[in-house]
């Protein structure tokens, strides 16, 4: 980022010093020059921060992915147990007994 600063400053002092037949032309070369430099200083820092947070990035995915495995087990777990549970009190309710219907 200083570098930028530094080259931004020298283009000015540069554009400033010189005497130039179209001001306008030396400005916006200039400026296209400064532009360039910060686009490659901000481009540069992106990828310095990518690099250093990709494994913090990829622990996560893969800490994300082993919950989600465990809360789907554990979902497919109480399903089945309700399922069960559910189909014995289905069969002890209308479950015929041994004995004969009293008449009325």
């Known amino acids: 980022m ?3 600063l530094a080259l931004a400053w020298g ?3 540069h ?3 010189a005497p130039a037949p179209d001001t306008k032309t030396v400005i916006k070369e200039d400026a296209k020059t400064v532009g360039h430099a ?5 481009r540069t820092v992106g990828h310095e921060a990518a690099d250093k947070t990709r494994k913090a990035r ?3 995915r893969a800490d994300s992915k082993k919950a989600g495995h465990a ?3 554990s979902a497919k777990t109480v399903g089945r147990t309700v399922k069960d549970s559910a189909e014995q009190v289905k069969t002890t309710v209308t479950r015929k007994s041994d004995e004969p219907q ?3």
């Open 15 to 17: 554009a400033q010093s």
């Open 2 to 4: 200083a570098a930028t």
């Open 11 to 13: 283009a000015a002092t």
């Open 71 to 73: 809360v789907a087990h």
């Open 102 to 104: 009293p008449k009325n």
């Open 38 to 42: 910060v686009a490659h200083s901000a």
């Open 58 to 60: 990829d622990t996560i």
